[in-house]
């Protein structure tokens, strides 16, 4: 159905709920989405438009070793990377000379192509363990691909990544704040790759600071609901309450990202609250990480 009618991509979504639709488990939600992203796996095999599962980072926690890699998914048809020799699996190791070292940088040097007029490509990749040149049009294109409307000239990859800047603006804050025990609070499916991220990359913290890593549980929507992006700031002050009382003290310093208030210029949650009232009522300090939502 999706190849007839021309599909740009197809996404498959894991199917979620709240305690608003279901306050008992509807289902085993490890089985469930491990099922779903085999058979959305199967089926890029087998369409000439690129699968997408949603949300990504669920996809390449189950299946990568290595996170944030700029591996290519998929191809979107007629799109100027369709002409480039592109293969799903590929990960792109240079665009235009520019050396590419993550997904974010790979996603943002394709948009500056895209914006850019720029007339071709020229790229390389690891493919299958060897390193394959690729090059081709950049501005020719027809249905289903459009440039006011497409991305990445049609490249698609498994998510949108994290950004290395989020390192340095988080070592920023610390340094900022004087603080010695710090606690970042993040989400089950961002963890995995902050953790790689701060593995490769450590932060060079004041001496005797120390950076704990935690995640809220979604009390608020419950259900099987992961995303960070729909924490509230009550999550967040049970959070903070309860590892405060786990550990015996409680964190100089909180860092959130935020992205869960991102709805409003003021800093509110998805219930009006505001992400002020986590240190008013926690007596803990709390800095916000800007961030983009790791949705796409």
């Known amino acids: 159905y999706a190849a007839g009618c021309g599909a740009r991509l197809v996404q498959v979504n894991l199917p979620g709920y709240s305690r608003f639709f279901s306050p008992r488990p509807l289902f085993d939600t490890e089985e469930v989405w491990g099922a779903v992203v085999r058979v959305a796996q199967d089926l890029r095999g087998g369409l000439p438009c690129p699968v997408v599962v949603s949300p990504a980072l669920y996809e390449e926690n189950l299946t990568r070793v290595r996170k ?32 590419v070292l993550n997904r974010p940088q790979a996603r943002d040097l394709l948009t500056l192509l895209q914006e850019s007029g720029e007339r071709r490509v020229s ?49 920023g804050i610390i340094r900022g704040s004087g603080a010695r025990r710090v606690l970042f609070l993040t989400s089950r499916l961002v963890r995995p790759t902050l953790e790689q991220m701060l ?10 600071a120390e950076l704990h890593l ?19 700031v009550q999550d967040f002050i049970d959070h903070l309450r309860e590892w405060a009382e786990r550990k015996g003290y409680r964190p100089d310093l909180a860092v959130i990202p935020s992205s869960p208030f991102h709805l409003s210029g003021w800093g509110r949650d998805l219930t009006g609250r505001v992400y002020l009232d986590i240190a008013r009522e926690t007596g803990i300090r709390v800095e916000l990480l800007r961030c983009e939502t790791v949705m796409d």
Not at 199 to 208: I, Q
Not at 214 to 232: A, K, T, Y
């Open 214 to 232: 935690s995640v809220p549980e979604n009390r608020f929507f419950g259900g099987n609901i992961l995303l960070g992006d729909l924490l509230v």
């Open 123 to 171: 790229l390389s990749v690891l493919r299958g363990g060897r390193t394959v040149e690729l090059e081709g049009e950049a501005r020719r294109c027809s249905y289903p691909f459009d440039f006011h409307t497409g991305t990445h000239l049609g490249v698609v990859f498994m998510g949108s990544g994290l950004r290395l800047t989020y390192l340095e603006d988080l070592e």
């Open 199 to 208: 593995r490769e990359h450590p932060p060079c913290l004041p001496e005797g």
């Open 68 to 99: 944030n890699l700029p591996e290519v998914i998929g191809v979107v048809p007629n799109s100027p990377a369709s002409s480039w020799g592109l293969r799903q699996g590929d990960v792109i190791l240079t665009l235009n000379g520019i050396r």
